[in-house]
């Protein structure tokens, strides 16, 4: 077997194939090519046979691709190769093995909806208001439950440590312990079920686990610095036997915690394996000189790492470039513009834009789309395209045109008002009778509900009626009143219910959405404020007339386009050049992540270093000194990150209104809000939008020492209270002993 492509650290990590390994594989370093060449060495070399080897990854894309690689380089097919995901191994261990756990071998994979309808049942039968208890935080609760591996009676084996150190008492175990039974009882895993089923049957069945610690003499995973604790567990006890285990990671691209990814798997792992092999894989084949050295000094101020450093043989390469804009819409320009001036060189395929949160990629895409320049959002969908977008887009449509029975039917139950299919058929056939729109129908019911007694509507749906009808004709004597469409929208958005409905189901994708929702906002202030310089129109209808005509830029007429994405949806890609935007604190790193304390500052950084090792060959850090949200200017210092760069691996340009000079800067962050105030004709940040009117005046109900029940933690007396209005935080110990920091305006508190 020729192993000559490899280097030195890639050989070892290779050839030294018996025993616990961790295998260190910074950024661009050649992990993929140094598994496949393990895996086939294996094979080749030591004659271990396919059955014998179990390596696992974290979705069947990157499996497929492993497994094709792997036979493209041995040149014939490997068959029953057992190249897989965690979840689809745990699936096949369950299938085989159900009887001893009390499951038949059809079992059923419930999805989250299926979940959530159970625990739903749950509170129903303990007559429980969903508005009392949110099942969303329940299935939360039981998902972190599983992320650590948890099941009835796992505190009994010394194996798991005391990681369930949980009050089982509390309401929300109460309702986890019925769920699993419930599932049980109806012969239904859950999707984190799959794992903890295999751990308990491994635990409880020590033969069983025997059969499978015999047939797997190797086993190898990666993106290990991704795995939760239950899955560690869970290769614990597979690899108990023959010891044989390699593991493949990073810890400075740890990123996904909010998933359940426990970086202490990869920081802990000489604990259980003293004796354990450590290769590090520390050469860069990806990136230039001054981006690999500037993007592990920025690694280096985290404490949470193994401690590896980066280097290359490429060339030095261009010094990174820092932009600091006058505000974010002078930041996307400048990005379009510079993207504009690489397209003449460079394929657009070539360039990527990384932000931190999809809601910024609004603005980029109207820059993009006004430069003519084509591009794609990837691993998500484009502004106007998602869901909550188009649903308020929707409200304002029918505000616009009551006659537009499209956008009726998407918005009279968003949120759910009791308007179910048979009730929107029901309501159709009547309208076509009467020879009229949909929302005029819906109007003239509410205004005498007897004359339409003969369709034979709920009270729920009546009230519904009712709500909505209200919510609009007060929204059509605003815009008739001249009162901005900003301010009209906000009011759509909070008194429909839709943004609390998003606010009651606490998720990640959730608090995107409300995200996108704040930029909806900042969307259309923008438009105000451009229509208004322009001694132009300022309405609800000429606002969607200009979004409409904005977005007539045809992707498939091209071949070549810009790539738009989140950080977290970079890994594992590389781009010749890249721009990170939005580089400001509270924005990159956000403000959760600051609450959080050290170890969300140390995720933020590390997802910082991530976006700057995609880069090939030039890297572009943007940054704003105003950023409108919610309607509202807020002015952010640069990112604490930019100034861990150090000083000779770039130059900062600053670029205000129309100009642009190149400075070196150093130093800690700068107030620049009278700097900005000065440049009026951009923004005038004293006008207020609904939103900020009513959320500014609200007097706090928090005071130390009140005791008080958040909705997934229980019980807790607040310690701490800091800031005021939407920026209000409190600081609660509970029960359990934890301490935790929260913004009020999300935060489930309930004082008692």
């Known amino acids: ?93 369950l299938r085989n093995e159900a009887s001893y756990i009390g499951l038949s071998r059809n079992f059923s994979i419930y999805d989250d909806s299926e979940s959530k309808s159970v625990i739903k049942a749950i509170l129903g ?84 686990l025997e059969r499978y610690q015999k047939r797997f003499k190797y086993v190898l995973i990666d993106e290990y610095q991704d795995t939760n604790r239950a899955q560690f567990y869970l290769l614990r006890l597979l690899s108990e036997l023959h010891k044989n285990i390699c593991v493949v990671g990073d810890e400075d691209q740890s990123i996904y915690s909010w998933r359940g990814a426990d970086i202490h798997n990869i920081l802990d792992f000489e604990k259980f394996y003293p004796d354990y092999k450590l290769v590090k894989l520390e050469q860069n084949y990806r990136s230039s000189k001054n981006i690999i050295e500037a993007a592990s000094h920025v690694i280096s101020f985290n404490k949470e790492r193994k401690g590896k450093k980066l280097w290359t043989e490429n060339s030095t390469g261009d010094d990174i470039e820092i932009i600091e804009c006058l505000d974010d819409r002078k930041e996307s320009e400048y990005v379009a513009q510079e993207i504009l001036k690489l397209s003449e060189n460079a394929s657009l395929n070539e360039i990527s834009v990384f932000y931190r949160t999809n809601s910024q990629s609004r603005m980029l895409e109207d820059a993009l789309r006004k430069k003519n320049i084509a591009y794609k959002i990837v691993g998500g969908i484009k502004f106007y395209d998602r869901k909550e977008i188009k649903d308020i887009i929707s409200y304002l449509k029918l505000l616009a045109n009551n006659k537009d029975s499209l956008s009726f039917s998407r918005v009279i139950n968003s949120p759910t008002r009791g ?21 005029e129908l819906v109007k003239k019911i509410s205004e005498d509900f007897e004359v339409y007694s003969h369709l034979r509507l709920s009270q729920k749906v009546k009230r519904g009626m009712v709500d909505f009808v209200d919510l609009m004709e007060e929204a059509r004597i605003l815009e008739a009143n001249g009162d901005k469409p900003s301010y009209i929208c906000q009011k759509i958005i909070e008194e429909s219910g839709y943004l609390d409905h998003l606010k009651s189901h606490k998720s990640y994708e959730n608090q995107a959405r409300i995200d996108n929702l704040k930029e909806l906002i900042s969307a259309i202030s923008q438009y105000e404020m451009v229509s208004k310089s322009q001694d132009q129109e300022v309405s609800v209808e000429h606002f969607l007339e200009s979004i409409t005509l904005d977005q007539n830029l045809e992707d498939d007429a091209y071949q070549e386009m810009v790539s738009l994405m989140t950080i977290h949806s970079s ?18 790193p956000s403000v959760m992540s600051l609450e959080e304390g050290d170890h969300g500052l140390e995720e933020e950084r590390r997802l910082f270093y991530v976006a700057m090792t995609r880069a090939m060959r030039k890297l572009h850090i ?27 691996y770039l130059i900062w340009k600053n670029i205000k209104k129309n100009s642009s000079f190149t400075q070196k800067r150093t130093g800690s962050y700068i107030d620049y809000s009278d700097e900005f105030s ?75």
Request: proline share 2%; aromatic share 12%.
């Open 678 to 752: 000065q440049d009026t004709d951009d923004f005038d940040a004293d006008e207020k939008t609904y939103y900020n009117a009513a959320s500014e005046t609200r007097d706090s109900d928090y005071e130390e020492g009140q005791e008080v029940n958040h909705g997934l933690y229980g019980l807790g007396v607040i310690i701490r209270t800091e800031g005021s209005g939407n920026d209000e935080k409190v600081t609660i110990r509970f029960k359990q002993g934890a301490t935790k920091k929260f913004l009020t305006k999300y935060a489930p508190i309930e004082i008692l």
């Open 419 to 439: 308007f179910g299919a048979v009730t929107l058929r029901k309501l159709e056939n009547e309208a076509i009778n009467d020879g009229i729109s949909l929302y």
């Open 571 to 588: 890994k594992g890609l590389e781009f010749e050049y890249v721009f990170i935007v939005g580089a400001e604190e509270n924005i990159f």
């Open 125 to 208: 039968r303990r007559g429980i208001s969903l508005k009392e208890v949110n099942p969303n935080e329940i299935k939360y609760y039981i998902g972190e439950l599983k992320n650590v591996g948890h099941f009835k009676g796992a505190e009994a084996f010394d194996f798991f440590g005391d990681e369930f150190d949980i009050d089982k008492q509390d309401l929300y175990y109460e309702i986890y312990e019925e769920y699993e039974k419930e599932l049980h009882v109806s012969n239904a895993v859950d999707f984190g079920g799959m794992i903890v089923g295999v751990l308990e049957l491994f635990c409880k069945h020590p033969k069983v």
């Open 1 to 93: 077997m020729d192993l000559s492509n490899l280097n030195e650290a890639q050989k070892s990590a290779v050839v030294d194939f018996n025993g616990p390994m961790m295998i260190l594989a910074g950024a661009g370093s050649g992990k993929t090519r140094t598994i496949v060449n393990r895996i086939q060495y294996l094979i080749d070399q030591e004659n271990i046979s396919t059955s014998n080897i179990l390596a696992m990854t974290f979705s069947n894309k990157a499996a497929k691709e492993m497994r094709e690689r792997i036979e493209r380089q041995a040149g014939y097919p490997l068959g029953t190769f057992f190249i897989t995901t965690f979840h689809s191994f745990c699936a096949r261990v």
């Open 622 to 648: 943007t940054c704003a000194k105003g950023r409108m949200l919610w309607g509202k200017v807020q002015f952010q210092e640069p990112s604490r990150f930019i100034y861990e760069i150090p000083e000779e």
